[in-house]
């Protein structure tokens, strides 16, 4: 019973992770139609960024997570700017290996900054860890789950309240339209690699202190992350914060109850699983196409 | 005489003359590589360029090849002959088993669904390590021999590989121009068209899905008697990049494309080795460089240059 | 709708209380009507009664929810669209779908590929017999290409040449699937006076070769000169099945859908 709890909780944990992760990915596919191979390396930034300025150059916490936030972003911007804009006619698979052209340019940075060898890193607070019916949490854990709170629910706000928001809502639904209104969908799309790239790192930086810090911990983030993703339905917050939840919750149950070798599969099995069953994700509404 | 038919033989002709010229094993290995690569290229490029499907999974069906051979004639010592045969069967099989669903979806939910296949097969050769070595990878794999040949040398490797892939270029060509060839290029340009025109796009995209599988495994098998040592990380996500990616730059739709597509990615690791550390960024940025430039494959794109150039000139 | 009992034994499309819905909308609604073998049924109403959906339920292209669509004497409601083909359906497009890249004569190849035996292995292995099975079927394309007018395209992209010709080209390629029954969806939407007249010499000249034709159209003076029968679809109803003259009688007809575009035309 102890063991099932602790599955549940390291789940979440975990699943709060994945769940930023996927949003990141999914909002940034919602406005611009794009499936960024990268994103697991803003993540890998966000952590390696935060090896450096806080775990090195002891900066106080706050300072080194915003500078750590906006660095990562500014790198999403100059990707978007130069990768991304310069093709006119985009062809899906050509997006595909032009980001994962640049996870391999990331990685090779990283590589090059941080070297090969894994960092590891404290937890942000020295606080003892909490038990609860025999299962412990570690405060790391709260604080991954609050800050993965905390970012869905804002994004949700001002998707919902700002006008920013309610124009890029604008651009994903139809993108022509939008721009016919007076809507600029480049600037959108600016926005959209903005709150992507920055909630990437924030994934990055959150999970750093309970991992293995390496420059290439970002690509089985970033796949998962898709999954979850996918899981939930591509394009909607609060489905790939589900999908994130889920995964990470059935990842550790059957880490713990079938073998971990097996853990890094379950996300691929589920994936394969939803896409057969409902391909527009679990939390996807039904629609026609008209021919 | 044809001008296609002089192309061909030519393309043998110098092939064949390079193989007897070249003394250097490490220059015969690379050429080697190219062609298991082309292989590889050749498979995806059916599926990719002609069927307009793509597959971010098809490291699988390499490493389905590679493995079914090492575990059938190194452990259980049969002849790698028939262990070829097998490693094809069980590569079609499980693309069968894989297509018939995947193959329904379309777009990206294709791209993941394939990458999902790919990454469960990944780790499978990773976790069974009863069988497959597991992370330290298989040892003992038996060089090929046929009667009194011995292909251990470079260069008799080198004439098997590429008399494997003139065999497959024939294949390819001969699918290409043929009634499923068309169906295949009709289902790519406008589904429902074909669809409503009578073309079982299902089942065709499912045999070419199976028939790229093969050639698939058909590299995996060459490839795995070639290296002697084979370990996961060969056939996880980036071989499946890898392999897209020899696809688009070459060119999509373009048997010689995937030649091209297969010379440039085996040929640029080599070349970079200079870079030392920075040999992942010197890649990656060519990599994305020539999508950008020329997103429609270099050799379109190359032919398109001259010919503007020429123009102006 | 009276006079389909008497002539059962002529229907070579018969579809009984067929019914769609998308969401909250019938897009069709207990629709029956039956087409005899070797006429011309058009079929007219407003945008949204439901026409490019009812030829989407006959050739397979989206299911029914509940009816009946009998084709020739059998039941093929559940058939996946390529077996109706096969057993003799065809059609054209609302928006010209040619192949993209391909040429003409290509085209109308890709539509003889249900009457063509040879499959995969037949064309990694290219027996005498395959051979000859493509010779005759580019000869074939070729009289298919002469009957239409389309025989000095033939080499040319399809999708370079101007809107009537790939509209031609469309139905050149429904021909070639060797059909019973051919479905034009608007086939004269985009041309011009001239080429809506070849169109209905063309279509006159399918007629002749005994093959039935339906198809959806909004040019009232082709649609009255070449169909037999005209139904009339108004929100997913079949409101009236008559011929040209009683259509144009008809004042609830009149009323429902063609008052108005009358009033538009003159």
């Given amino acids: 019973m102890e063991d099932l709890l602790q599955y549940l909780f390291s789940g979440i944990s975990i699943g709060s992770v994945y769940a930023v992760v996927a949003i990141g990915l999914s909002m940034l596919y919602r406005s611009t139609e794009l499936i960024n191979f990268a994103h697991g390396e803003f993540a890998m930034f966000g952590a390696m960024g935060l090896v450096t300025l806080w775990g090195q150059f002891k900066l106080p916490l706050p300072l080194a997570f915003v500078l750590t936030v906006a660095g990562v972003s500014m790198v999403g911007i100059l990707f978007e700017r130069f990768a991304i804009r310069p093709i006119k006619d985009p062809h899906p698979i050509s997006l595909v290996i032009i980001t994962v052209g640049a996870s391999i340019v990331f990685r090779g940075v990283a590589m090059v900054v941080w070297g090969k060898d894994p960092v590891a890193l404290p937890s942000f607070s020295s606080h003892g860890s909490i038990e609860i019916a025999g299962a412990v949490i570690v405060p790391q854990s709260l604080y991954i789950v609050a800050a993965a709170l905390v970012l869905a629910g804002s994004l949700h706000l001002f998707f919902r309240y700002t006008l920013q928001g309610k124009a890029m809502t604008a651009c994903a639904v139809n993108k022509k339209a939008a721009w016919l209104t007076g809507i600029p969908s480049a600037r959108m799309g600016l926005f959209a690699v903005l709150i992507s790239s920055g909630s990437g790192a924030i994934a990055g930086i959150f999970i750093a202190p309970v991992t293995m810090n390496t420059y290439d911990m970002g690509t089985m983030l970033g796949l998962k992350g898709f999954c979850a993703a996918m899981i939930g339905g591509l394009g909607s917050l609060w489905g790939a914060f589900a999908g994130g939840l889920l995964l990470g919750i059935l990842e550790c149950f059957g880490a713990g109850l079938i073998s971990s070798g097996c853990k890094d599969a379950i996300a691929f099995v589920l994936l394969l699983l939803i896409l057969y069953l409902c391909p527009g994700g679990l939390f996807a509404q039904k629609q026609a196409d008209r021919f | 005489m044809d001008k296609k038919l002089v192309h061909n033989l030519l393309f043998i002709a110098v092939v064949a003359v390079t193989g007897m010229v070249v003394e250097n094993i490490y220059l015969l290995q690379i050429m080697t590589f190219i062609g298991i ?144 060839g068309r169906a295949l290029a009709a289902i790519h340009g406008r589904e429902n068209a074909a669809v409503a025109l009578g073309v079982d796009a299902h089942a065709l995209k499912l045999n070419i899905f199976m028939f790229s599988a093969a050639l698939g495994a058909m590299a995996g098998f060459l490839y795995a008697h070639f290296v002697l040592f084979i370990s996961p990380d060969s056939f996880g996500f980036m071989a499946s990049v890898k392999m897209v990616t020899m696809v688009v730059i070459g060119g999509m739709a373009n048997v010689w494309g995937a030649l091209i597509g297969a010379v440039v990615i085996t040929l640029l690791p080599e070349v970079l080795h200079g870079f030392a550390d920075h040999e992942m960024i010197v890649f990656g940025l060519i990599l994305m460089g020539v999508m950008i430039v020329m997103p429609q494959g270099l050799t379109q794109g190359v032919i398109e240059r001259y010919a503007r150039y020429k123009k102006r000139a | 709708m009276h006079g389909i009992r008497k002539e059962h034994e002529n229907l070579l499309l018969q579809v009984k209380g067929l019914t769609k819905q998308f969401g909250g909308v019938k897009a069709q609604d207990n629709v029956s009507f039956g087409v005899e073998q070797g006429s011309v049924l058009g079929l007219i109403g407003p945008n949204g009664a439901g026409k490019t959906t009812l030829f989407n339920m006959i050739t397979g292209v989206c299911v029914q929810d509940k009816g009946e669509i009998l084709f020739n004497g059998h039941a093929i409601e559940s058939m996946p669209v390529h077996k109706r083909v096969a057993a003799g359906i065809a059609r054209t497009f609302q928006n010209v779908e040619l192949f993209p890249g391909m040429t003409v004569l290509e085209n109308v190849l890709v539509g003889m590929h249900v009457r063509l035996k040879s499959g995969f292995w037949g064309a990694i292995i290219r027996s005498p017999r395959v051979v000859k099975e493509e010779r005759i079927a580019r000869e074939k394309a070729l009289e298919i290409l002469e009957f239409t007018g389309l025989l000095s395209y033939a080499d040319r992209i399809a999708c370079d040449l101007p809107v009537g010709r790939q509209k031609t080209a469309e139905i050149a390629r429904a021909l070639a699937t060797d059909p019973l029954l051919i479905l034009l969806d608007e086939p004269a939407a985009g041309l011009n006076r001239i080429e809506t007249q070849a169109l209905g010499a063309l279509i006159c000249r399918i007629k002749e070769q005994g093959i039935t034709l339906m198809l959806v159209e909004h040019d009232m003076g082709l649609a009255m000169e070449v169909c037999d029968k005209i139904l009339v679809l108004d929100r997913g109803e079949a409101i009236a099945l008559a011929t040209p003259q009683q259509i144009t009688n008809d004042q609830k007809v009149m009323d429902a859908y063609l008052g108005e575009e009358f009033q538009c035309l003159n």
């Fill in chain 2, 37 to 180: 690569n082309t292989l590889l290229a050749l498979g995806l490029n059916m599926l990719m360029g002609y069927a307009g499907q793509v597959s971010l999974g098809h490291g699988a069906f390499y490493g389905i090849g590679a493995y079914a051979t090492a575990y059938l004639s190194g452990t259980l010592g049969i002849s790698p002959w028939a262990a070829l045969v097998c490693a094809i069967v069980l590569s079609v099989a499980v693309a069968f088993v894989v297509g018939r669903p995947t193959l329904k979806l379309s777009g990206y939910y294709l791209g993941m669904g394939t990458l999902g296949f790919g990454m469960i097969v990944h780790i499978l050769f990773r976790e069974a390590g009863s069988i497959t070595g597991g992370a330290s990878g298989f040892v003992g794999i038996p060089m090929l021999t046929l009667g009194p040949l011995s292909f251990e040398g470079g260069r008799n490797y080198f004439y098997l590989v590429w008399t494997v892939v003139f065999g497959a270029i024939f294949l390819c060509k001969r699918i290409i121009d043929s009634k499923t």
